[in-house]
Every structure is written in C-alpha cells, then in structure tokens.
C-alpha cells in the first residue's frame, strides 16, 4: 500500500510592480524564488504571505483576494503545499529583515518564469502571468 504524506502548507507571494515581478535568491543562494513559508498557528495564508514578502523581500503591498493557484514540492523529505497570492507593490524597503542574505530582483514575467527552478512554480507562473491584464493593474 502506498505511503500517504502530509504536505506542510506555505503561503507565497508574487510581488509586482511597474510590470514586474520581483524574486528573491534562495537561502542556498542557488536559486530565485518567491518569497514563502510555513504557515504560522494562528495566522492566516494571506497574512504569512504579506509577512514573508517583508522579511524575505523588504516588500509592502497588498495581496489580491484570492490566491492564483497552488504547487506542491518536496524538500528534504518533506512535502510542501504553497498557495500563492499576487501582491500588489506599494513600498519598497532599502533595509528588511533578510537583506544581508537575500536580494531582489525585479523581472518581466516571461524572465521570471524561465529563472525559478520549481517546476510547479514556473508553470503556474507562466499561466497566470501570461494574461497581460494581471500586471496591467500594477504598471
């Protein structure tokens, strides 16, 4: 019988402005990624989303009302679910939380796309970013 495993849910933020997408490098370093984690006891998937895009991103902005989709990914042996929200840029930070291991980079959609290397991430970014009205709102 095939195992079943819980996945731990994250929440992620897809933050644009100007018609860009910011993305920030891995913990690693190895990598661009969007700014994501566990959800916290408590707080809510928009709510971990907004904290993460700060502490990740040095970003403020406000999520759309419901999230764009979801991917799953295993790390480590464990196995992850992000539901994922576009964040509307309002403030941008010259100092954040994480800005001595992180920095950002502001991409056009189809660049941003092609640089993740979560396959499921890159999919749904490619799906939903491809419709030029979801940026249109943020130029």
Do not use: N
């Amino acid at each position: 019988m095939a195992r079943t495993h819980k996945s731990q849910p994250q929440a992620a933020a897809i933050p644009v402005r100007a018609g860009r997408i910011c993305l920030v490098t891995s913990r690693s370093g190895k990598g661009l990624v969007v700014p994501k984690g566990r959800l916290e006891s408590g707080r809510t998937a928009k709510q971990m989303a907004l904290q993460e895009a700060w502490e990740e991103a040095g970003l403020i902005g406000m999520l759309r009302p419901q999230p764009i989709g979801s991917y799953r990914y295993m790390k480590a042996g464990t196995r992850f679910k992000v539901v994922i929200f576009l964040m509307d840029v309002i403030a941008v930070a010259k100092d954040w939380p994480e800005c001595r291991r992180r920095s950002r980079h502001w991409l056009l959609p189809a660049d941003a796309a092609a640089r993740v290397r979560q396959r499921g991430l890159r999919k749904l970014l490619r799906r939903v970013l491809a419709a030029e009205a979801v940026l249109s709102r943020s130029a």
